[in-house]
């Protein structure tokens, strides 16, 4: 969300622009500078990321009120690459709004909080707090940091944003508040399902590429000779139980049609000793012609 300058007043605009140069210093401060410059396929990322994230946020809503709704990403920013590059990245797609025309230099410094410092810091105190349980199910990130994240931040940042609005008296609130509340699920609800999609795609395929993933605990395979049991398992949810009780089911299924053949066999009708015929046996005097022609020549 980008806020025009005519709608804010001077204090507003001066208190935020201030607060930069504090906010910078820390991440400069804080940032692994040696990771990056030395990481080739890290500078590839998150230069392509900045980029990318330019460039989404060019396509927004204008509401011809001197205020544009985008598309952020900025959790999927947060938990790919760490608070301090996600600031850093946020820092520069801001200001690439300044060279597109799309952004003004007086009002840079509230748009770049309610764009990225924001959310990125209450997406990364979720993921904090979620990693002190130690969770085992990669679903408890996806959703927990991820989806739920995005989803609260987003709410918060509407509102801070309204807030900033109301604060500086030039804009018109026509409508109710419940009205201006009614239009937050239409963005704010995609916006964490697209986070919540590439969260979780990354996290799957690409673990390596999330610096907030621990691929180690959630996909950490079982100890050698270590086996999970339950107990109490109902046996309506005990696989291994019905597994085996199919495989004797099948096995005795098997043993009885085997005894069913071997009585068909015995049923049959069998001729008595004797029946055959020696003399239209031709088998048998082809043999005994054999055998004379064999004694002839000993």
Known sequence: MNISA???TLGQMWFFNLLLFPLIYLLLKKLDWHALVNDKGLQHRFFAVCLLLLLIWQVNISLNLDVTIHFLGITTLCLMFGWQLALLAGFIAQFGFLFTGA???ESFGLNYFINAVFPILFTWRVHVWIESLKPQNPFVFIMGAGFMSCLVSSVLVAMFAGIMLYMGGEFLFALDLLDYISFLPLF?????????????GFSILHPHWMYAFNDERYFRRPEVGHEVTFKNTPKALDLDAQEMQNDRHQEDEKKKNERTQENLDLDKYRPPAGWQNEALDKDKKEQDLIEKDNKKHD
Do not use: C, Y
């Not at 704010?188 to 979780?200: H, L, Q, T, Y």
């Open 6 to 8: 005519s709608l804010l």
């Open 103 to 105: 952004g003004q230099l």
């Open 188 to 200: 704010i609800f995609p916006e964490a399902v697209v986070n919540g999609m590439f969260i979780s």
